[in-house]
């Protein structure tokens, strides 16, 4: 068994700290001049606190680490075995995954993520970087146990899934991407497995619960975007910029982050194309588009691309982060869209109509990226999605069915 926090002691951050920024000058320094104006640039940027971040402290976490570790570990061998999220793994790692009491976790789980300034550095697992495997373990077991006939267990486990990426917030948008296959697998489950009607109103508040404001979109891509910059350019960062990363993010992001691969030698041409795009993406992204948010930043992504591609290469990975979340949002209303469509069925005995669809949700949904609404439509038994070029066609099920697959 790994080392839990309680087996050693904790060094103290600042001591930490001083000793990183030792191995850093000596590796980093050796002909290259430390820029005090990109590091007086970049603890501007980072002293400002985005909405949506903030780390949530997580009761009786070391009991939570030690509990939840292994299904770290299996979703480490999950990554190493297969590559499609809904392909079922091999017969070893399946009867872990099929014995491991995972049922009722997600929420503790979801309590560590959140938890981010009480991480150990080295003796825990890494929660984080495996919440989209533990997803897909989730799934995964939703799928065995409903073909098998044990529909409800299989749906807790779904629920479990959607519990990793409720009311999300803190770091960067990668993980909480995961979650469009997520609920890519539970539509397709819907058709063969109908749940029961008190497991479709707690499927609704599920879904629902994943669903993020766009400042909380806007505050992740600045994580992003500042991750990238201490990476690139931490030569440039003295012991001020490594106390107010370690303060913000927490001492493992910080660690991880200053012993990163990345030289981190870049220089004052680099510097202002990433400030630049920095600059035009953050600014009003909260109150336009994210497809404009993109845009925006145009010119210098161009420019980085120009002066060191694979940094060029990073910021494009952060900004397509936002293209995605585009359909992270189609793949949630869609969802919704069905499983309402599914329960007001259940309280009439017929198919409902648009209106009453639209009434159902409330407020009339739109995706951050285009601004554009959904509407719906509810015919011949089959329901409309539509966001402008968007539409997604869902057969509803006749009212009744529930084939069962063949257990693997």
Same mark, same amino acid.
């Given at each position: #068994?790994?080392?839990?926090?309680?087996?050693?002691?904790?060094?103290? =951050?600042?001591?930490?700290?001083?000793?990183?920024?030792?191995?850093?000058?000596?590796?980093?320094?050796?002909?290259?001049?430390?820029?005090?104006?990109?590091?007086?640039?970049?603890?501007?940027?980072?002293?400002?606190? %985005?909405?949506?971040?903030?780390? $949530?402290?997580?009761?009786?976490?070391?009991? =939570?680490?030690?509990?939840?570790? /292994?299904?770290?570990? #299996?979703?480490?061998?999950?990554?190493?075995?297969? !590559?499609?999220?809904?392909?079922? %793994?091999? %017969?070893?790692?399946?009867?872990?995954?099929?014995?491991?009491?995972?049922?009722?976790?997600?929420?503790?789980? $979801?309590?560590?993520?959140?938890?981010?300034?009480?991480?150990?550095?080295?003796?825990?697992?890494?929660?984080?970087?495996?919440?989209?495997?533990?997803? +897909?373990?989730?799934?995964?077991?939703?799928?065995?146990?409903?073909?098998?006939?044990?529909?409800?267990?299989?749906?807790?486990?779904?629920? @479990?899934?959607?519990?990793?990426?409720?009311?999300?917030?803190?770091?960067?948008?990668?993980?909480?991407?995961?979650?469009?296959?997520? &609920?890519?697998?539970?539509?397709?489950?819907?058709?063969?497995?109908?749940?029961?009607?008190?497991?479709?109103?707690?499927?609704?508040?599920?879904?629902?619960?994943?669903?993020?404001?766009?400042?909380?979109?806007?505050?992740?891509?600045?994580?992003?975007?500042?991750?990238?910059?201490?990476?690139?350019?931490?030569?440039?960062?003295?012991?001020?910029?490594?106390?107010?990363?370690? =303060?913000?993010?927490?001492? @493992?992001?910080? #660690?991880?982050?200053? $012993?990163?691969?990345?030289?981190? =030698?870049?220089?004052?041409?680099?510097?202002?194309?990433?400030?630049?795009?920095?600059?035009? #993406?953050?600014?009003?992204?909260? !109150? !336009?588009? &994210?497809?404009?948010?993109?845009?925006?930043?145009?010119?210098?992504?161009?420019?980085?691309?120009?002066?060191?591609?694979?940094?060029?290469?990073?910021?494009?990975?952060?900004?397509? $982060?936002? +293209?995605?979340?585009?359909?992270?949002? *189609?793949?949630?209303?869609?969802?919704?869209?069905?499983?309402?469509?599914?329960?007001?069925?259940?309280?009439?005995?017929?198919?409902?109509?648009?209106?009453?669809?639209?009434? @159902?949700?409330?407020?009339?949904?739109?995706?951050?990226? *285009?601004?554009?609404?959904?509407?719906?439509?509810? /015919?011949?038994?089959?329901?409309?999605?539509?966001?402008?070029?968007?539409?997604?066609?869902?057969?509803?099920?006749?009212?009744?069915?529930?084939?069962?697959?063949?257990?693997?």
């Amino acid at each position: #068994m790994r080392p839990m926090p309680g087996d050693r002691p904790r060094a103290s =951050k600042v001591g930490w700290i001083a000793a990183v920024g030792l191995t850093l000058a000596a590796a980093l320094g050796c002909g290259v001049t430390p820029d005090a104006t990109i590091a007086e640039e970049f603890h501007e940027r980072l002293r400002a606190r %985005p909405r949506g971040f903030v780390a $949530r402290p997580c009761p009786e976490r070391a009991a =939570k680490v030690e509990r939840l570790a /292994e299904m770290v570990y #299996m979703g480490q061998d999950l990554r190493a075995r297969i !590559r499609e999220y809904d392909t079922l %793994p091999p %017969p070893n790692l399946h009867d872990r995954m099929m014995q491991h009491p995972m049922l009722g976790e997600g929420d503790d789980y $979801r309590c560590l993520l959140q938890d981010f300034h009480g991480v150990v550095p080295n003796a825990e697992p890494d929660f984080l970087d495996a919440q989209p495997l533990v997803g +897909n373990l989730y799934v995964l077991v939703a799928r065995v146990l409903a073909s098998r006939g044990q529909v409800e267990e299989g749906w807790a486990h779904v629920l @479990d899934a959607l519990a990793l990426h409720a009311n999300w917030g803190g770091f960067g948008f990668e993980q909480q991407l995961s979650l469009t296959d997520v &609920l890519r697998t539970t539509s397709a489950l819907l058709d063969r497995h109908p749940p029961s009607p008190a497991t479709l109103d707690r499927l609704i508040a599920g879904v629902e619960a994943t669903r993020s404001e766009v400042g909380t979109i806007c505050g992740a891509m600045r994580h992003d975007l500042l991750t990238l910059a201490m990476t690139g350019f931490r030569v440039h960062f003295g012991q001020r910029e490594r106390e107010a990363v370690a =303060k913000r993010f927490g001492l @493992d992001h910080a #660690m991880r982050t200053w $012993r990163s691969p990345w030289p981190g =030698k870049l220089g004052r041409a680099e510097w202002g194309a990433w400030r630049d795009a920095y600059d035009a #993406m953050v600014e009003g992204c909260t !109150r !336009r588009p &994210l497809g404009l948010t993109i845009q925006a930043a145009a010119e210098p992504v161009v420019r980085l691309d120009g002066l060191h591609p694979p940094t060029g290469v990073r910021l494009r990975i952060v900004a397509d $982060r936002l +293209n995605r979340v585009a359909v992270l949002v *189609d793949a949630q209303i869609t969802l919704l869209a069905t499983l309402r469509a599914l329960r007001l069925r259940a309280e009439h005995g017929r198919d409902p109509t648009t209106a009453e669809l639209a009434l @159902d949700f409330g407020r009339r949904p739109l995706n951050p990226w *285009d601004g554009r609404y959904y509407t719906f439509t509810v /015919e011949g038994g089959a329901l409309s999605v539509v966001r402008g070029p968007y539409r997604h066609d869902v057969p509803l099920p006749p009212p009744g069915r529930g084939a069962v697959e063949s257990a693997p």
